[in-house]
Structures are given as structure tokens and as C-alpha cells.
């Protein structure tokens, strides 16, 4: 595993192959990014975040007193669901064999809340030691302990990261488990470190990024393009090019709101079927890249802003302000994060409108708030109807019980039929005779609309809706045929 590095490799002695005497010092595993595919830290920041944020306030001043005091007052003010941590299978696999009759210690730099906690979850060790809340178990402190505990060359080492590196030179052999390829070349020029084996880092990549990302979620951000199409000015360039700049400003926020609320709801991800396959979730991208992702995407966002309207910034600033509280708060009670949802889409053509800038209509406002609240109402009513099927009462990380099915029933479509009376009042208004020579043309979409508000309940009710109704309105056959008449529709009227 060391060609063209300047590290030792393990010889027959030092392994025990073909009979060889065994090393009897213990093999010491780290936890974070070698036994689970996160960090805990991070993992216990965040859930203290959503507890309370005002917490976060609390983390300067004890970090302050030490990293290892940091650990222990985050970790004795949260409970985390061991059961959902994504494990790294492989390395579980290796430690598994026991052949070699060596104890195991899990050596890590987390709380030794976590290190009990962790080793007895996922059994086999023998022992387990963390940080204490005055020492920091990590580099060279870890190094120094082991180093005490076992002598130099007296133990085995499985870690992932750089600071790893002051306990691989002590270690007599080195297994890097899913380390950078900067951090296995470093360690491969050490001529101190014995590496044993590599696990090769799995997950992380442009594949990772872009699930995280979310792009096919951008198609909601279109809503940014109704006011320049609705106000017949997508042929003027200047009007269509303040919408794309307005278009694309929205969908780097998207984004940014998107992996921020994943790693606030990484415990509820974990427990969904599908939802547990997130990169973040599942530990193909850390917390911590996430964490300097949100930033960078935001901060592109309201560089883009900068050229449009300064109206338009303030609408972004609330959309992202907005998307913030839903993160920490909102989504936890119970139709106000449905109102919440329904507000963002509608905040987007607001965005479109004063981008361009168009004057509003009330009669799209209005319309809009309906439609949207309907759709999310799809969305709450699918995931508690999937908890129905269990044995579970209530949604994870939402406020939302199994015998609230009826009512979001219920309310779904009443805001459904809500949109559909809403555009019957605008085909009928002023509004629309300014910008339509075939007004009346335009009673043909009402049936149309109230059929695909119909099929979009019935297949909730069905138990087939995608997790979220606007992806599945952008991959259903059916659903794309009928906004294929809708524009022709439009155009006739035009």
C-alpha cells in the first residue's frame, strides 16, 4: 500500500504472517471519520443549534476554557440517536475478526460520553477513552496518551485525519481509513509511519455535490420568470436578463438553503427510507464542508443581487432570513411551516417582479399563496400518511401527528379549490382584459387546473406521491401534458 512513498511497510514479523509471533499491543480506532462517517462534535453542535441557537452563544465562552471543556458541556446538553450514525461498514467488517485476540480500544477525541456510548453501541471494544473535559484527546494529546498508556510502538492505530499524524509516527502500524489523498500522501513521506493498510476514502466527489446541491429543485426558482412572462416583457433584453441574473441568485440561495437544512435535519433524514441517502446523512460529504458551503453559496447569491434592484436584495435577504427560521424553527410547528413553504414560492415571484421591475399583481399574490399552500399541504400529508404505515404517531422533526392525516386532507384541498376560484375571479377582471385579446379563451384552463389539482390529491391519497409535489409534477407524464395545453392555452388567449 506504500509504493512511492518513503514510509515503512510492515514486515512478516511485525504483522504475524506464516506463523509469525502477533503484535499483543492493542489496536486503537478513532471514532470521527474512521468508525462513523461523521464528526460528533459537529454532530452534537448542531443539535444544540436547533434545541436552541442561543446555545451556539454559550459554545464561545466555553471554548474559551478549552476544546475539552467545549466537548463535555456540549455533550451533557445533548442526545443524539446513536442507532441512525452512519457507520463505516467496512471498518465494523475488519474489527469484527477477532482472530488475532487482540483487545480493542476506541480512541478518540470526542466527550468520553460519546466514547462509552459509541463503543457500547457498536460492541467489540474493550475499552473506550475520550476527551475528559479538561484534556483534549486529539493529536498530539492523543499521541501522548497512548504513548503513556501503551509505549512507543506499543499499539496500532486506525485514523483518518491529519492531526492523526503525532499518533501514527508512535504507533508500530498505521491504518488510514478514508483520509485525503494530501493526508495518505503525507503520511506515506513520514518515515516514521508503518502503514499496514488503507481503507480508500469512499463517498465526497461532484456526484456527492450535486445530490446535495439539489439542481432539480431549481425548476421551483422558475417561479422567479412568472412576472416577466405574465407581464409580456421575456422579448425585452433587459427585462429577461435582469430575470436570469434574478433566476440564478435564487438557485445558489436554494442550494445554500438546502445543505443547511439538511445538516440541521440530519436525525430526522437518518430515520426516513429515503431521505437517509443524503450525502450528509449517510457521511458522503462532512458537516464540516457543508458548513463552509452555505457561506460561499450565499454570499454568490447577493453578489449577483448587487446588480439587480436593491428591492430585489431585500426580497433575497428575506427569503433567506426566512429559510433560516423554517431550518431552526418553523418546520417543527405544525401549519405554520406549511404557510412557511407556501410564503418562499410566493417570495420568488415577488423577487421576479421587482427584478425586472414589473408592478405586482394581486391577483398572482393570491393565487400563488393558495396554490403553493396546497402543494405543501401534499407534502405534510404524504410524509405523515407514509407514518401511518408504521408503527410510528408521529413525523420526526416535525409537529405533525398520524391522526392529523384528515385535516391536511382536508385543507389541502380546500386551498386547492381555493387557487382554482381565485384564477376564475382574475379571468374575469380588468387585470386580465389589459393583457389578453382572447380573454374569454382563457376559461378553457380552469378545467384543466382543477383536474390536475384533482390528480395530484388523488395520487397523495394513493400513497405515490413523490416526497415533494413539485418534482413530481416536473416528472409526471400526465401532469406535463396538461402544462403543455396550459401555455397553448395561454397563447391562444395572447
Partial sequence: MNQGGASRVATPAET????????????????DGTLIRTDMLLESLLALARRNPFYLLCCVAWLMRGRAHLKRQVAVRVDLDLATLP?????????????????????????????????AHVGGFDEALGSDGVRNLGGRGKADALCERYGVRGFDYAGNAATDLPVWRNARHAIVVNAS????????????????RVFEREGGGWRAWIAALRPHQWSKNLLVLVPVFTAH??????????????????CLCASAA??????????????HPRKRLRPFACGRLSIGAGLVAVPLLTAAAFAIAMTLPLRFGIVL????VTTLAYSLVIKRVAMLDVVALAALYTLRIVAGAVAIPVA??????????????SLALVKRYSEVRRVAETDETRIAGRGYRVRDLSLLHSLGIASGVLSVLVFAFYIDST???ALYRHQNALWLLLPLFFYWIDRVWRTAKRGDMHDDPVVFALTDTVSLGVFGVFAAVVLLAI
Fill in 16 to 31: 504475524g504472517v506464516k506463523g509469525m509471533q502477533k503484535p499483543d499491543g492493542p489496536l486503537c480506532v478513532d471514532l
Fill in 87 to 119: 457507520l463505516d461498514a467496512r471498518v465494523v467488517a475488519w474489527l469484527g475478526d477477532r482472530s488475532d485476540g487482540r483487545r480493542r480500544v476506541l480512541c478518540t477525541a470526542s466527550d468520553q460520553r460519546w466514547a462509552d456510548a459509541l463503543a
Fill in 181 to 196: 489523498s494530501r493526508v495518505l500522501a503525507r503520511a506515506r513521506r513520514e518515515p516514521d509511519v508503518v502503514i499496514e
Fill in 233 to 250: 416583457r421575456m422579448f425585452v433584453p433587459a427585462a429577461a436578463s435582469s430575470a436570469l441574473r434574478a433566476f440564478t441568485a435564487f
Fill in 258 to 271: 438546502y445543505v443547511l437544512n439538511d445538516l440541521f435535519d440530519l436525525d430526522a433524514d437518518r430515520r
Fill in 317 to 320: 435577504l428575506v427569503y433567506a
Fill in 360 to 373: 405586482l399583481s394581486g391577483w398572482l399574490l393570491a393565487f400563488s399563496m393558495a396554490l403553493f399552500l
Fill in 431 to 433: 387585470a386580465s382584459a
